[in-house]
């Protein structure tokens, strides 16, 4: 439940657990509806977004409400003609264990039951609406990397946040596209271990280098120390400083592309970075940011192109499970800090 909107930074007191008793069929006068339990939850940077009431082309969440994004469920009771109890379906829920779902425009069928369930709400995403950002990480990394930074074989790619739900994948698509990849992340504190998301990034994603931005003084002396002779491609995922490092270390004719700003989401500050565009300017650099909302005609063509990658082990999709529905405030206020490592999801039920 939204407990109050939130105004400077996010708190997981900004959300509450409520227990409600409900019937577990359609209620009367519900014609149309259809009633899922909820098994997956995707935990998004957009949420954050709806959170603060800002404007996303999609309603804001309502006070005393559930938060609602993407999940994956299954049909308890149906008025609709396109659902039948029992289906597997993904889209727009509630975070809850069971949701009335009293417009089911934006649900889809499960097709392909050979793949983890947990997959729709993450690499094989898409949801259909007018919004602006909307998270559909497979389609943002195989859109933002193949249509706008246009690679050629043997340049070279640096990712940021590059362990996450996008950036991993951008990193696999850049080596199939043989690029020369470099990704940062920071490390995740579990345990009372520090696990080296960087390590990952190099044996599970095979990027060619991949470094702890945390551990640097200087964005702009590590990108020197792996981009010798500088970088065609930046998929920004984090905006801020970073992007400033990186424009000092483009190349002639390079291109970033500006998928999202995730260090400037849950900050009070005023962004610190791009004081000075000149590099842009004397590298002829194309900058360019991008909705994956804009592009949906080239799904068909995404699952063309992944679903056999997935099928024949050719890239890997890491998932950061939280357990139980009380795990979601926790799980959202780790996203903004780097405690997840891959696409972050909450487990509700199993079946
Ligand atoms: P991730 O799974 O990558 O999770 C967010 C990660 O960002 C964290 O794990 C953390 O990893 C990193 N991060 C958090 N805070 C900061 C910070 N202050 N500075 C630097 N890094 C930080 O999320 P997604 O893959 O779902 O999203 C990645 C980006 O893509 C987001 O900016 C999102 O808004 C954008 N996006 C854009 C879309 C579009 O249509 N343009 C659609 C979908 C997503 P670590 O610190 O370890 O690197």
Request: hydrophobic share 40%.
């Amino acid at each position: 439940i939204l407990s109050n909107y939130v105004k400077t930074s996010l708190k997981e007191s900004d959300m509450s657990l409520r227990t409600s008793k409900i019937q577990l069929k359609i209620p009367s006068g519900c014609d149309g509806a259809v009633l899922v339990k909820n098994l997956y939850l995707s935990i998004d940077p957009f949420i954050l977004a709806l959170m603060k009431n800002q404007e996303l082309e999609l309603p804001s969440f309502t006070l005393d409400s559930p938060i609602y994004g993407f999940g994956v469920s299954k049909v308890l009771d149906s008025s609709h003609p396109n659902f039948k109890t029992g289906e597997l379906v993904w889209g727009f829920t509630g975070w809850e264990e069971y949701s009335l779902i009293k417009d089911p425009d934006q649900l889809f069928k499960v097709q392909d039951k050979d793949l983890p369930l947990s997959y729709y709400i993450g690499i094989l995403e898409l949801v259909v609406c007018d919004s602006a950002e909307l998270c559909m990480p497979g389609m943002t990394a195989y859109v933002g990397f193949f249509k706008f930074c246009s690679p050629k074989k043997g340049e070279t790619v640096y990712v940021s946040a590059a362990s996450g739900a996008v950036g991993q994948l951008v990193g696999q698509f850049a080596k199939i596209a043989g690029c020369y990849v470099v990704g940062s992340a920071g490390s995740k504190e579990k345990w009372g271990f520090a696990l080296m998301k960087v390590d990952l990034l190099k044996n599970k994603f095979r990027f060619d280098e991949a470094f702890n931005y945390k551990e640097e003084q200087d964005y702009n002396a590590a990108l020197k120390r792996y981009f010798p002779d500088g970088i065609d491609i930046y998929f920004d995922n984090v905006g801020g400083k970073m992007l400033e490092a990186v424009l000092n270390n483009m190349r002639l004719n390079g291109r970033v592309v500006l998928c999202g700003m995730i260090s400037q989401y849950n900050s009070l500050e005023q962004p610190e970075g791009i004081h000075n565009l000149i590099n842009a300017l004397v590298k002829r650099v194309r900058m360019e940011g991008f909705f994956t909302s804009d592009h949906y005609h080239l799904y068909p063509k995404f699952l063309e192109m992944v679903v056999p990658l997935i099928k024949e082990e050719k890239i890997t999709y890491v998932e950061d499970i939280a357990e139980g529905i009380e795990s979601a405030p926790g799980a959202l206020f780790g996203l903004y800090s780097g405690r997840n490592v891959g696409k972050l999801l909450v487990v509700v039920a199993r079946e």
